[in-house]
């Protein structure tokens, strides 16, 4: 009796949830233009696109409509976007930019002379950003104004693509030379995943 009431769930929940998917669609957004997205983040109404080549873009119809908010922004090829609180950070090829006012104005912040940046991950008032091939940094408010604190590299001259936070670490992805993870609190990393070549890691998520 038991096993039949069970599978009686089972075969509830799954018919459930294939109604569910199977009500699901996708529909292309009427943009943006300008260069191939290469990041995609969420502030209350707001859907910010980052482009390879035409800076970032905002809609607050779902994607119906785009407007490019570059004013301020150097360099028109966005790596990366993140949100923290009312701030939007934008790593380029050419630097790190941060706006308070939805995209309409962008600031730089000082990376000690590291340009290309590849990613930024931020987990709850922790926020941290690599740079190609370069160390870790981790984002310290001071007013206004932001300020780079070294955390160190998992391995010298390789480019840290991706980044991840849960409550307590910071994970950093180097395509070629596997994953690397250390205590937020202090600069201590060390290695917990494979790849190469033929298994590049290409992607990580929040953990």
Do not use: E
């Amino acid at each position: 009796m038991f096993v039949a009431d069970m599978k009686k769930k089972i075969f509830t929940t799954i018919l459930a949830l294939s109604s569910i998917y199977a009500n699901a669609q996708w529909k292309q957004t009427n943009g943006p233009y300008g260069g191939f997205v290469s990041d995609i983040v969420a502030k209350d109404s707001h859907v910010f696109a980052g482009t390879f080549g035409g800076g970032v873009f905002v809609s607050t119809n779902k994607g119906g409509n785009w407007r490019a908010v570059n004013s301020g922004l150097t360099n028109l090829a966005i790596n990366t976007l993140a949100v923290s609180g009312v701030h939007i950070f934008a790593g380029t090829d050419l630097g790190l930019f941060f706006s308070i006012d939805d995209g309409d104005s962008w600031t730089p912040i000082n990376t000690a002379g590291f340009l290309d940046i590849p990613d930024i991950a931020i987990k709850d008032t922790n926020i941290f950003f690599a740079t190609n091939g370069g160390p870790v940094f981790k984002l310290v408010r001071n007013g206004n104004t932001w300020n780079p604190v070294y955390f160190g590299t998992p391995k010298n001259g390789q480019k840290v693509q991706y980044l991840a936070l849960n409550g307590t670490h910071v994970c950093a992805v180097l395509r070629f030379q596997g994953a690397w993870i250390s205590p937020i609190a202090a600069s201590n990393w060390s290695f917990i995943a494979n790849s190469d070549k033929k298994t590049p890691l290409s992607a990580i998520a929040s953990f």
